[in-house]
Structure formats: structure tokens, C-alpha cells
């Protein structure tokens, strides 16, 4: 286990009522840091974490991300609520289906592109952009992008997921080189399948035999291996890692 003390820093984790989101909160809360937890939907879920989270000083808060002016208010009233902001971790995000087959109209199509592409690369983009200028302010600050092993080898049926999840990853690197000279560190982390209710139907049978195939391990990633991987990476210790992407699939795809 990672021993990083937090004490008297702040983080705020998108998407965090649940699944990586919710497990990187926990594990900052026991370090030391106060929280922001943001949810989209599923407010008491969002509660039930708030309720959990060790020390006091953590607050609750609601945006949709796909609108990025929804993204830059969030951040806005994060710091507000903690009092300024050391950390942001932008975890959350979606996966919809949608093919080329025909089976969408062009039009739904387009219309699901588009929402996938603004809550996993847009609205990431303007909370960063937000968060980088409270950041300034205090000569400090860590950006941690959750991206994806499909950003590398591609997303069939879900093209704008891989695509942004890219973005995400070239995101976090030219940041990383445009705010260093600030003391602002920016790291992306790219797992493959993740253990959550999300995905655990499709781990079931011999389908999810498959998956857990596509690495040597035999198995897929737990929240908590990715929520450690954000605690390190959030550490200063961590800061020469800056601009990196960190690889978290178990060897199921080298590049």
C-alpha cells in the first residue's frame, strides 16, 4: 500500500460516485485530503460516498461534464467549497455503443459521437483549463486524466470513445509541457477492463473467460489498482512522471 500523507490538500474526482471515481476518493480521504465528490446522476450513491469518506471538510457536487461550461463551474465551486484545489483526477466518462452499420441513423449516430467525445475529451478539457488557473495561484498542482487502452487499439462499435480517450492522452501531454514551468504536473493513466457493476455482466461465462485471457494475469484490473495508480501519480513523488501515460492492463496490449 501507498503511504502518501494528504493532510491539508484538496482533490476533486469526477464521476465519483462510483466505480474508479468512488475508490480514488476513498483511498485521498485516508490519506489525508478533502474531497469533492461530483456525480452526473445517481445522487445517493454520490451521498453514500460523501457519508464514507474519513476526516471532515469534504463537500458533494453535481455537473454534467459534456457541457463544458458545466465542467469550468464545477471546478469553480470546488474550490469555493474546499477553499482551493491541489488535485483533480478526471474520471468521469461513458461508453455507448454506436457502429457504422447502419444500424443508427446518421443523425444518432452523430448525436452519440458527439456526447461520448464531450464527456471524455471536452469537458475534461475545460475542467483542466479551469483547475490550471486556480492552480497558478498557489505555484501548484496535479491533473490526472483516467484515458484508456482503446485510445491504442481502437474501439470497434464505439469509435468516439477510443477517439477521445486519445485526445485525453495527447491532452495530458501537451499540457504536461505547456504548465511544468508552473509547478503543475499533468500524468493520463490508460486501464483496460476494469473490474465495475458496469462491466461485471460482461465478465460472466465464457465471454468474460476471454477477457480476462487478454492478459497474462489471467484476470482484469480492480478499482483499487487504478485508484493507487491516481495516488501515486498525485503524490510528489511522483512529479518527474509528469506528461507520462501509465499503462494499466496487465500486458494485454504492448505498443
Not at 481502437?154 to 492522452?169: N, T
Not at 500524468?187 to 462491466?199: D, K, L, N, Y
Request: some cysteine.
Amino acid at each position: 500500500m501507498i503511504t502518501v500523507d494528504f493532510s491539508g490538500r484538496t482533490a476533486l474526482v469526477t464521476g465519483s460516485s462510483r466505480g474508479v471515481g468512488k475508490a480514488t476518493a476513498l483511498l485521498l480521504a485516508r490519506a489525508g485530503a478533502r474531497v469533492c465528490v461530483h456525480y452526473r446522476q445517481g445522487a445517493e450513491d454520490a451521498k453514500d460516498v460523501l457519508a464514507a469518506l474519513p476526516g471532515a471538510g469534504h463537500c458533494l457536487l453535481q455537473a454534467d461534464v459534456s457541457d463544458p461550461a458545466a465542467a469550468r463551474r464545477l471546478v469553480d465551486s470546488a474550490v469555493t467549497k474546499l477553499g482551493h484545489l491541489d488535485i483533480l483526477v478526471n474520471n468521469a466518462g461513458i461508453f455507448r455503443p454506436h457502429p457504422v452499420d447502419g444500424t443508427l441513423t446518421f443523425e444518432e449516430w452523430l448525436a452519440t459521437f458527439q456526447v461520448t467525445l464531450n464527456t471524455n475529451l471536452v469537458g475534461p478539457a475545460a475542467a483542466a483549463y479551469q483547475a490550471i488557473q486556480h492552480m497558478r495561484g498557489r505555484g501548484r498542482g496535479t491533473i490526472i486524466n483516467i484515458g484508456s487502452r482503446g485510445a491504442y487499439r481502437g474501439e470497434a462499435g464505439q469509435i468516439g470513445y477510443g477517439a477521445a480517450k486519445a485526445g485525453l492522452h495527447s491532452l495530458s501531454q501537451s499540457l504536461a509541457q505547456e504548465v511544468g514551468k508552473d509547478n503543475i504536473t499533468v500524468h493520463a493513466i490508460a486501464p483496460g477492463f476494469i473490474e465495475t457493476a458496469m462491466v461485471r455482466p460482461h465478465l460472466q461465462g465464457t465471454a468474460g473467460d476471454a477477457v480476462r485471457a487478454q492478459s497474462p494475469l489471467n484476470r482484469v484490473a480492480t478499482v483499487e489498482e487504478v485508484a493507487r495508480a491516481v495516488l501515486y501519480l498525485a503524490s510528489p513523488e511522483a512529479a518527474f512522471t509528469t506528461g507520462s501515460v501509465l499503462d494499466l492492463n496487465g500486458a494485454s496490449y504492448l505498443h
